[in-house]
C-alpha cells in the first residue's frame, strides 16, 4: 500500500528560526493533508492540497505540494513557543488516512 | 458547534475485561473513524463506518475488537477480553464528505491495561 515518509523524525528549533519539514511518497498522491498534534492532545487539521505545485499559506506556515504530487513540504518561518507538536501528513487514498511517523519539533526558547 | 466528542477520556481495565469507547460525531458528519495511537508513534487506522454500516474494517485486529455505529447513539469500540498490548490512545474522528476530506478528531480515550 501507499507510504508516506516524513523527515525529519526530530527537529529542534531556536525560537524565531525557521524550518522546514518534508513528506516523500514512493507513488503519485491525489492529495495530501497537513495535521498537527500538540503533547498529550489530538491531531489537528491543517490543511488539504490537492493541485500540483499548489502552495497554501497560513500566517507563519507555507504548505507546497510537488509537481510530481509524490512529496509536499511544510515550511514555518520566526518558530514561535506554540509551534511546538508533532506534524503529520497523512495520506488520503481508499477509504482511509495513512500516517506516518510525524515531524516532532521542540522548540528552544 | 460541538466538536467530535469522546468518553471516557481515561479508562482503566485489568487483563480480560472488556472496553467500551464511545465517539460522537460533530453535528452534521455521518463518516466516522477509529484511529489507535501507542506512544510516540503515528496514528494507526483501524475502521471507517457511516450510520449503521461498516465501509473499512482492514485495521482492526481479527479477534477481540469490534465497531458499530447504529441509527441513533455514538459509536461504540468494543474491545474484549483486553490485554496490556491493547493499551493506547484511541482516537475517534469524523467527516462531512468521505475519508479524502478533512477529519475532525475528538480528544482521545486513553486506555490502561494493568
Known amino acids: 500500500g501507499q507510504q508516506v515518509m516524513q523527515i525529519p523524525q526530530y527537529q529542534h528549533v531556536q525560537e524565531g528560526e525557521d524550518f522546514t519539514t518534508y513528506c516523500n511518497s514512493s507513488t503519485t498522491l491525489s492529495n495530501i493533508q497537513w495535521y498537527k498534534q500538540r503533547p498529550g492532545g489530538h491531531p489537528v487539521f491543517l490543511i488539504q492540497l490537492v493541485k500540483s505545485g499548489e502552495v497554501k499559506k497560513q500566517k507563519r506556515l507555507t504548505f507546497q505540494f510537488g509537481e510530481a504530487k509524490k512529496n509536499s513540504s511544510l515550511h514555518i518561518t520566526a518558530t514561535q513557543t506554540t509551534d511546538v507538536g508533532t506534524y503529520f501528513c497523512?495520506?488520503?487514498?481508499?477509504?482511509?488516512?495513512?500516517f506516518g511517523g510525524g515531524t516532532r519539533v521542540l522548540v528552544k526558547p | 458547534n460541538a466538536g467530535v466528542m469522546q468518553n471516557p477520556r481515561h479508562l482503566v481495565r485489568r487483563r480480560g475485561q472488556e472496553a467500551r469507547l464511545r465517539c460522537s460525531p460533530m453535528?452534521?458528519?455521518?463518516?466516522v473513524y477509529w484511529y489507535r495511537q501507542l506512544p510516540e508513534e503515528g496514528l494507526k487506522f483501524m475502521v471507517y463506518?457511516?450510520?449503521?454500516?461498516?465501509?473499512?474494517e482492514s485495521g482492526m485486529p481479527k479477534e477481540r475488537f469490534s465497531a458499530e455505529f447504529p441509527k441513533e447513539g455514538p459509536s461504540i469500540l468494543r474491545i474484549q477480553q483486553v490485554v496490556r498490548g491493547d493499551s493506547a490512545a484511541y482516537f475517534c474522528?469524523?467527516?462531512?464528505?468521505?475519508?479524502?476530506?478533512?477529519?475532525?478528531f475528538g480528544p482521545g480515550t486513553r486506555l490502561t491495561v494493568t
Open positions: 474522528a469524523s467527516s462531512s464528505a468521505g475519508p479524502l476530506s478533512e477529519q475532525y
Open positions: 463506518l457511516q450510520k449503521e454500516n461498516i465501509i473499512d
Open positions: 453535528k452534521g458528519h455521518s463518516h
Open positions: 497523512p495520506i488520503a487514498a481508499g477509504n482511509k488516512l495513512t
